[in-house]
Structure formats: C-alpha cells, structure tokens
C-alpha cells in the first residue's frame, strides 16, 4: 500500500465507512492533514495510531492517572518554558532532532538520550513524522518506559524553516516532539493535539508565536477552544 492515503482508502483499510472516517478526521481523533482542500493520512502514522489503541500500562503514576481515570489529557500541563526552544539552531531534521532530544535530557525527561535520538531518527526514515501545513510531531515508533521519564512535550521552532520530508513537500517550522511511556497516554495527546491544530486559523498562529509564555497560552486557549466546541 502506498504511504499517502485518501480518505476512501483508509476507510478501505481500517474497514470502516467513509462516513466514520470524516467524523473522526473531524473530532481530531485521527492523525491527519488537509492539503488542497482534501483530507490526506500517512500510512505510518496511521499504524502508529492503531498500534497506540493498543493497551499497555504505563510506567509513572502520571500516565496510570491519565489512562484509567480520565477521558482527556491536558496538553497546556505537559509543556514546560524550560522545554520550549523559541529558536532552533540545526538546519536539517537530524540536527533538529538531536537539539529537541538535548533539550530533553537537560530537562531529565528521557533517561538515555543515544538510544532516544537513534529511535527518532529511525522512525524519520520509515515516513516523516511531518504532517504538513509546517508541523510536525516527531515520537518514537513505540512508546518506552525505559528511555522516557514522563509524558511531556518538547516544543522547536525554525524561523526558516527546514525540509523535514513533509507530505505537502513544504517546509516544517514547528516541532513538537512527543513524550510517553503509554501508548494509551502517546494516543490521547496525539488527538487532542489533533483537535487543537484543526481549528481554523491555530496553525498560522502558532507559527507566529515567538515568546515561550506564548506558546504555552497558545494551548490553553486551544483548549478552551475544544472544550467551548463541546
């Protein structure tokens, strides 16, 4: 199968209807892209996504607090200012991922900072983790207690931009490089960054924001935003 797909083809893939599919492109619950107007997925992300419906138990009181006891997770709670990186140095995607993963470990959220950026960089070359529209959510294939500390989100900004292989063929500015130890914990930030980034007009701000403080408001109110839709 291609690594691109159409709507209709994940519906195909996933054995579910087209109907099914939309509803879930559109509540965030399913990775996703909008490039010219047409909902695109990566097959990839797409397996990474069915692997993370998967349940484990994670490995911090955190992750069992989020997985057993509630149906959201707040993403506004997992972003530190010390994380934040208004201005990324590297130039390419293996720079921008060993400065994200630097960073990281400074912070004491991964515990071997080798073996994490040789996974990043594994899952890279399978498919970009870039989604388009100048985003992209780098994370490890399979989410690991023994190399991550606790869920959190380490956020980069290019001001330039680099080629990170995105599936619009366009440059990537923003990375948010994810961090759990669950695959339950890995799947809800993945959706509810989804339902964030959908709102029309939050990507062109987020790609704005140049404070640390900022993004972390930028969240929040895309929280509020969701929580305001429901």
Not at 3 to 32: N, R
Not at 163 to 191: A, R
Not at 198 to 204: A, R
Request: glycine share 4%; with cysteine; aromatic share 6%.
């Amino acid at each position: 199968m291609k690594e691109i797909l159409t709507l209709q083809e994940v519906a195909e893939y996933l054995q579910l209807s087209d109907k099914t599919i939309l509803k879930m492109v559109k509540s965030g619950e399913i990775p996703c892209a909008k490039i010219a107007n047409q909902w695109r997925f990566s097959k990839v992300m797409l397996d990474d996504w069915i692997t993370a419906k998967m349940e484990v138990i994670p490995q911090n009181d955190f992750s069992r607090l989020v997985e057993k006891e509630f149906d959201f997770i707040q993403i506004s709670r997992l972003i530190d200012e010390s994380s934040i990186l208004p201005e990324l140095k590297g130039t390419t995607g293996p720079q921008v991922i060993t400065e994200l993963a630097e960073n990281a470990y400074k912070n004491e959220l991964i515990a071997n900072k080798e073996e994490f950026i040789k996974k990043l960089l594994e899952r890279e070359q399978i498919t970009s983790t870039s989604i388009g529209q100048g985003i992209a959510l780098p994370h490890l294939r399979k989410p690991c207690g023994t190399i991550v500390t606790e869920p959190k989100i380490v956020i980069g900004k290019s001001t330039e931009g680099i080629d990170f292989s995105s599936m619009d063929g366009k440059k990537t500015y923003i990375f948010l490089l994810l961090l759990s130890d669950s695959e339950v914990v890995h799947l809800k930030i993945l959706s509810k960054l989804s339902q964030i980034l959908s709102i029309n007009g939050n990507i062109d701000k987020l790609k704005k924001i140049k404070e640390p403080k900022e993004f972390i408001k930028f969240f929040i109110i895309g929280e509020q935003q969701i929580n305001n839709k429901e």
